[in-house]
């Protein structure tokens, strides 16, 4: 395991349409402090030349939707998104890596950051955000579709975050010892805690939210 400074970084992992990205970057624009924020969702740009990662991007998206969610059950599920998490995390550690050489304070967040990985290979703090709120995730998928093409597919694409995603991320998390939210207001609050702010600064974000 690699040890850092706590007061420097940290992953923010969790489910999908969260809101861990829009906590992470209100916090960072908002705190006044140099925090680079990296979104480890979007180094999926750098794996799809590779052979090996290109299958694991497109583990879901290459299924019948429906299908898929008729005959996947939990566990098949679960081995799915370890997978393909535990074959991202190495592109994802040369990120941390890069960053920590650099000596940049940072914020890592992305829906493949599972509590097991984190607590394996980094020893400063994490956060995970999950939501249970299946309307409030619809509206976000239907606003901005991942997979359903169809009103009906992201009900049920909703369903399964809650049912599949949302309770594997929040019993592992439990698991481990992390701390886990369902209300991204709270993120805001414990990065204040985690990077040293004044409780009078903390304050100040929270009017900015």
């Excluded at 992992?13 to 209100?26: H, I, L, M, P």
């Excluded at 979104?39 to 999926?44: E, F, G, I, M, Y």
């Excluded at 955000?129 to 409030?136: A, G, Q, S, T």
């Excluded at 010892?177 to 702010?197: D, T």
Aim: glycine fraction near 6%; charged fraction near 25%; aromatic fraction near 14%.
């Amino acid at each position: 395991m690699v040890c850092y400074n706590s007061l420097m970084y940290t992953f923010i992992g969790g489910t999908q349409v969260a809101g861990k990205s829009y906590s992470s970057k209100k916090f960072v624009e908002n705190s006044g402090l140099n925090i680079t924020l990296i979104k480890t969702d979007a180094l999926r740009l750098e794996m799809i030349n590779d052979p090996k990662l290109r299958k694991w991007i497109n583990v879901f998206w290459d299924r019948d939707e429906h299908e898929f969610w008729q005959n996947t059950n939990y566990e098949d599920y679960v081995q799915l998104l370890v997978g393909q998490s535990e074959a991202f995390f190495p592109i994802i550690m040369k990120t941390v890596n890069k960053i920590m050489a650099e000596r940049k304070h940072a914020i890592f967040e992305g829906v493949n950051l599972l509590p097991h990985l984190v607590n394996k290979h980094i020893s400063f703090p994490a956060l995970f955000l999950v939501c249970d709120d299946r309307e409030l995730i619809f509206s976000r998928l239907k606003e901005h579709p991942r997979w359903g093409g169809t009103e009906q597919f992201q009900r049920t694409e909703a369903e399964y975050i809650v049912k599949y995603d949302t309770r594997f991320i929040r019993e592992e998390a439990i698991k481990f010892g992390y701390k886990v939210f369902n209300n991204p207001s709270f993120i805001e609050q414990e990065l204040g805690n985690i990077f040293g702010m004044s409780g009078v600064e903390r304050g100040n974000l929270r009017k900015e939210f």
